[in-house]
């Protein structure tokens, strides 16, 4: 997780000079987002409703960086 972490970081801070700021989200989200929706897809101790909570924000988060024109895998 760290590691990811590290990665999304130098993504988001090297990609902003070449990059418009929405791709550059889009990029970090097209690493993060499946990597958390698999993490809260497997945990058996998240209650249910948790689990919507967390799905509902990589869904808005998906909306506002293609509203924003970045685009997400």
Known sequence: ???????CCALALSGCS???NA???ADV??????????YVEH???MPTDA???RYELLDAWRKRI???GGVVK
């Open 29 to 38: 989200y097209n690493i993060v987002a499946p990597a958390h929706h698999d």
């Open 23 to 25: 791709q550059a989200e």
């Open 18 to 20: 070449s990059l418009s």
């Open 66 to 68: 293609v509203a924003n």
């Open 51 to 53: 689990k919507m909570r």
């Open 1 to 7: 997780m760290k590691r990811l972490l590290v990665v």
């Open 43 to 45: 945990d058996i101790t």
